[in-house]
């Protein structure tokens, strides 16, 4: 008996997909995921560049990832511009008190106007009952609208020219194609069909998932805007005692301690 060629090197065939799958997925990352290299270095800003607003700095420096301290630098932006005020009060259980911030929406439409997109989010979800709320009140709730942030900042870094159109898009796909590939491939692959079959899937599924992780890819200005994010983000780590002084003296650590957490 001749054993035909797919039994004797099938098996070996379905090593060749990890690599099939690496070409693809690079291939994709370089239109999509690898930025411009500027080969330039980090110079200090003295102020937000363009004032972009917390949210925008850092989907832009996470590549299109929201994190929940952007959204606590918001609510400080927020007060730095006059549109809430802040106070700390007491919450009274019993014989137990707690700790608890107020926030009350001043009604200063004229600052209010001159939000973007995901910050009237933010805001309006705040205030969605009430104009004065207790930061306590907003756990349950406000992680529904994180996704509308999300979206609604990346689409604003795709309106300015920061990002590549469709990177996003791709990064999803890929994660969940990725994820699915991985499980399947320990799970059900090398159940049914041996480690042959499921390892390889495995490999491909991790092979997809890493560059899913690392798109969008910024454009040319959106790569430059990101150095220059970095140079403010190096000026407020590195101040000196002295200068300091001064910033504190003009009001000026006040108007940037929105970012100063969203660098922390």
Request: charged share 25%; with cysteine.
């Amino acid at each position: 008996y001749m054993p035909t060629f797919w039994e004797e090197y099938g098996n070996y065939l379905f090593l060749i997909i990890p690599f099939m799958v690496f070409i693809i997925c690079f291939r994709i990352w370089k239109n999509y995921g690898d930025d411009p290299d500027l080969k330039k270095t980090v110079i200090a800003e003295y102020k937000p560049p363009e004032n972009m607003s917390p949210t925008e700095m850092g989907l832009l420096l996470t590549n299109g990832k929201l994190k929940n301290h952007f959204i606590t630098a918001e609510i400080i932006n927020f007060a730095v511009k006059g549109i809430i005020t802040i106070k700390e009060v007491e919450n009274k259980i019993l014989f137990f008190t707690s700790k608890d911030y107020e926030l009350v929406r001043v009604g200063n439409t004229e600052a209010e106007s001159k939000l973007v997109g995901p910050q009237k989010i933010i805001l309006d979800k705040i205030f969605a009952k009430s104009f004065v709320v207790k930061i306590s009140s907003l756990k349950n709730n406000f992680y529904k609208i994180l996704a509308d942030i999300k979206k609604d900042g990346n689409k604003l870094l795709e309106e300015k020219n920061l990002i590549v159109a469709g990177g996003l898009k791709y990064s999803a796909v890929m994660i969940f194609l990725g994820f699915v590939l991985f499980f399947s491939g320990l799970i059900w692959g090398s159940a049914f069909f041996g480690a042959w079959v499921g390892l390889p899937l495995a490999i491909s599924g991790s092979i997809i998932l890493i560059f899913g992780f690392i798109m969008p890819k910024r454009t040319l200005q959106g790569t430059e805007m990101n150095l220059r994010i970095k140079g403010f983000k190096l000026f407020m780590k590195t101040v000196d005692k002295d200068r300091a002084k001064f910033y504190e003296e003009e009001d000026i650590f006040e108007k940037f301690l929105p970012y100063a957490i969203l660098f922390a």
